[in-house]
């Protein structure tokens, strides 16, 4: 959970907080910061300051074990021991190394602790009630291993509350993945802005509760930094959606298209119908296989339905103009037919989602599909892939042993589509770098149909004018805000009828 989000009173842009920063971007802001005569020392003074504050509640009448390490992030360390003994705590410094071999800011904050150093060694956690983690942070840059392993090991073995600094231990800010063994903290205090690590799994489970300090580096520093990965957070989109506006027709707000499956397989289409026209679509549509038509009507209400067998008669329902978003793939079926619609949907020049069996069905040939994106840049088209689909998809292409985030950018760039990869940490990511983390998703999401009802919220929202990368960024945050709603035991049907509270909670 996020909270404590500082505003930076230099810049007014609600969606600055939404940054997010490498650890080498968070250096570079840390560079700048000096450079515009903010000196170094006060940065980590307001840090080590922060983590004290983050420490006392959980410090009370406990030994607190303050674990530094060679680099800042332990000089963050030794400020935050200074403060808690100020405040009347014990304090129990250890250090990974020799004091003497410290440098530069760390140096300085050691020489102002005037209370023992101890070797970190076996005797961790010790007397200890309570641990601030500041053993490596945004510098981590090999595996974990020796004695800062095994003093992790220790700490998360006792159970005890952990402060982290920056990031726990082991944790790589920049992707979420540990390197070696991290530290499982209670709490971490992270600085100026957040790290994709922070939201990014397993790191999210990691940190604990995070917070945000304001350390004193300008906002400003973000105009050379230019930063492509931001938390997807409301305050981005929400005022793209229109909801206080009175002056709108149905046919203003798009009209939506479901490309339907067979008779036995009715179910996925009209969850993303159902979820379209209540995330927002004017006029929603499925179009079905003749033979399914009766099992459809059966069961359709506002939704409007038509014949649409085969590849033609997906071509017959794109000849009305005014059907100006598609979702493919839900329940459609692996194979030639749907390649085949898949093709004749992006032909048309049409705002399409592509899910399931619309992505899988290309497995053996994704450059077909790629190509037919990109021939038409203009084209919005968002793909929402589950891991397995997404594996399918890209496997041959992307390079599957790095992080979620930059196998979703490289997918993207290479596809021409937004892509949505979906899980408990979904990443949105724009062809152009851009990339949005959603953490709205509660565990009882991962339910079937769940997907479906997310392609037909993007595919509204597509339908309403959102840009690609906005609307599936804003799809995916009302999806994980409808779970919520919804709660324990959601079954996919309740995820569109959730969706209009949490509209009007975002109108208000
Ligand atoms: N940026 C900002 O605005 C501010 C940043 N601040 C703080 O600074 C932190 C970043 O500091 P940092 O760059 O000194 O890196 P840090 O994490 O202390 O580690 C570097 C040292 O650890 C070593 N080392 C690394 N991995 C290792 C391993 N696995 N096993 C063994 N050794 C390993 C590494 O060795 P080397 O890679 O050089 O061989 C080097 O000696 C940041 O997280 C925040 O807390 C604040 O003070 C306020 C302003
Ligand atoms: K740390």
């Not at 969606?15 to 903010?38: C, F, P, S, Y």
């Not at 800010?173 to 390197?179: D, Y």
């Not at 499925?286 to 069961?299: D, E, K």
């Not at 399918?392 to 949505?420: E, I, W």
């Amino acid at each position: 959970m996020i909270n404590d989000w500082k505003r930076d009173g230099r810049r007014s842009r609600v969606t600055e907080v939404n940054e997010l920063l490498t650890t080498a971007e968070m250096a570079e802001a840390d560079r700048l910061a000096i450079a515009l005569g903010i000196p170094g020392i006060e940065l980590m003074e307001n840090a080590g300051r922060a983590v004290a504050a983050a420490a006392l509640p959980l410090a009370r009448g406990t030994e607190v074990l303050v674990m530094c390490g060679p680099g800042n992030n332990g000089g963050d360390g030794f400020v935050a021991a200074r403060h808690l003994a100020a405040a009347g705590r014990k304090v129990r410094v250890m250090l990974l190394g020799e004091v003497g071999r410290l440098r530069g800011d760390a140096a300085v904050m050691a020489a102002r602790w005037d209370g023992d150093v101890h070797l970190l060694g076996p005797d961790v956690p010790g007397a200890a009630g309570v641990v601030v983690d500041a053993l490596f942070g945004a510098g981590l840059s090999k595996p974990v291993d020796g004695a800062a392993a095994a003093a992790i090991e220790a700490v998360n073995r006792s159970g005890l509350p952990v402060v982290a600094v920056d990031v726990p231990t082991g944790l790589d800010g920049s992707s979420g993945q540990v390197r070696g063994i991290a530290v499982r903290a209670t709490r971490t205090v992270t600085f100026f802005r957040l790290k994709p690590g922070h939201l990014l799994m397993p790191g999210r489970d990691l940190c604990g509760e995070v917070r945000l300090a304001d350390i004193g580096i300008p906002g400003s520093v973000l105009d050379d930094i230019r930063p492509s990965a931001f938390a997807n957070r409301r305050e981005i989109w929400a005022g793209r959606l229109c909801l206080g506006r009175r002056d709108i027709h149905k046919y203003d707000r798009g009209h939506v298209l479901v490309v339907g499956g067979d008779q036995w397989n009715t179910g996925a289409a009209r969850l993303a119908a159902r979820a379209a026209l209540r995330a927002g679509a004017g006029l929603v549509t499925v179009a079905s296989p003749t033979a399914a038509l009766p099992v459809y009507a059966s069961h359709l209400t506002s939704v409007m339905l038509r014949d649409g067998e085969g590849v033609e008669g997906v071509k017959a329902a794109l000849a009305d103009p005014r059907r100006n978003a598609v979702v493919i793939g839900p329940a459609a079926g692996v194979g030639d037919a749907t390649r085949d619609k898949v093709c004749a949907v992006l032909a048309a020049g049409r705002s399409a989602v592509l899910d399931a069996d619309a992505l899988t069905s290309f497995e053996a040939s994704p450059e077909q599909l790629f190509g037919a994106i990109l021939s038409d840049r203009a084209r919005p088209v968002v793909m929402t892939p589950h891991e397995g689909e997404f594996r399918r998809l890209f496997g041959s292409v992307v390079d599957m042993d790095a992080d979620k985030l930059a196998r979703a950018r490289a997918a993207a760039r290479l596809s021409g589509a937004v892509v949505l990869l979906k899980g408990t940490d979904t990443i949105v990511a724009a062809p152009d770098g851009k990339a949005w983390i959603n953490d709205n998703a509660p565990e009882w999401l991962a339910t079937a149909g769940s997907g479906d009802v997310l392609a037909g919220i993007v595919a509204a929202l597509l339908a309403r004018g959102l840009p690609a990368p906005l609307a599936a960024a804003a799809a995916a945050w009302l999806h994980g805000a409808a779970a919520l709603r919804a709660g324990p035991g959601l079954i996919a049907e309740d995820l569109p009828e959730a969706i209009p509270s949490v509209l009007r909670e975002l109108r208000n």
